[in-house]
């Protein structure tokens, strides 16, 4: 995910992925849980790790 606009919050609730995350360049205006839930059975999973820069707005809600 690269370089959108996102106006609501952003729900990665319960997700897993594979390949590695490109997650740069984003708008976040009430922000995600992407990189939130920590320790929790519904914590977000990146098997191969995440590459996140340039994003504006909180990736680390609960």
Known sequence: MKE??????LNF???QFED????S???LLEGCN???NKGEGYE???DN???QDGNIGRLDLE
């Open 13 to 15: 609730f319960d997700c």
């Open 20 to 23: 590695t995350i490109h997650f």
């Open 34 to 36: 992407l990189l939130g």
């Open 4 to 9: 959108n606009i996102f106006h609501g919050f």
């Open 49 to 51: 790790g995440i590459i």
């Open 44 to 46: 977000t999973i990146f």
């Open 25 to 27: 360049n984003n708008i």
